[in-house]
T-cell receptor, first 113, second 115 residues
């Protein structure tokens, strides 16, 4: 049973660039949430996707956007990168009808220079 | 608003001794509570959750947690620590009453188990 997968593992970008991170949910899951984990901190909720719609959003600017595809996979896009966007980006999947537990992927480490 | 506090940045325990990692929470409604563990350069692994029912919850790898509503706490425990338990532990809460679907995490507690 494949767990949550994310790509790429690591990414280095420069300020002002744009980045796209990808996530495939755990088999059978239909809901994807994205979190940002800065160094030394707990994960912070960015947004959640269900039925290809953004359902809830945390306190992140519009530079952060996402998408969910019909196969439930998801992308996180960040525009106009800032140094402060350097973090581990975690994707979590869950099942809406039994959706209390979120299962996390290994994350994508983004470094902005 | 929902919040979680993990008052200890680090907990040190000798192998074979019991361990406790503390967590307190604040929600306006009823809490769903979770513990996750993070190993270096890895994502978060689910350990256990409290939804309703028995206040003592058993989870993976011999961990358990006790829900205490009056003290708004959900401390993680293990009767006998292993060196391999050394990792970063996160407590998280979801406030069902508000309809929020996001998990709110604490700042994490680093557990160091000495041989």
């Amino acid at each position: 049973d494949a767990g949550v997968t994310q790509s790429p593992t690591h990414l280095i970008k420069t300020r002002g660039q744009q980045v796209t991170l990808r996530c495939s949910p755990k088999s059978g899951h239909d809901t994807v949430s994205w979190y940002q984990q800065a160094l030394g901190q707990g994960p912070q909720f960015i947004f959640q996707y269900y039925e290809e719609e953004e359902r809830q959003r945390g306190n992140f600017p519009d530079r952060f956007s996402g998408h969910q595809f019909p196969n439930y996979s998801s992308e996180l896009n960040v525009n106009a990168l800032l140094l402060g966007d350097s973090a581990l980006y975690l994707c979590a999947s869950s099942l809406e009808l039994a959706g209390l537990t979120q299962y996390f992927g290994p994350g994508t480490r983004l470094t902005v220079l | 608003a929902q919040s979680v506090a993990q008052p200890e940045d680090q907990v040190n325990v000798a192998e074979g001794n019991p361990l406790t990692v503390k967590c307190t929470y604040s929600v306006s409604g009823n809490p769903y509570l979770f513990w996750y563990v993070q190993y270096p350069n890895r994502g978060l692994q689910f350990l256990l959750k409290y939804i309703t029912g028995d206040n003592l919850v058993k989870g993976s790898y011999g961990f358990e947690a006790e829900f205490n509503k009056s003290q708004t706490s959900f401390h993680l425990k293990k009767p006998s620590a292993l060196v391999s338990d050394s990792a970063l532990y996160f407590c998280a809460v979801r406030d069902i009453g508000t309809g929020r679907r996001a998990l709110t995490f604490g700042s994490g507690t680093r557990l160091q188990v000495q041989p």
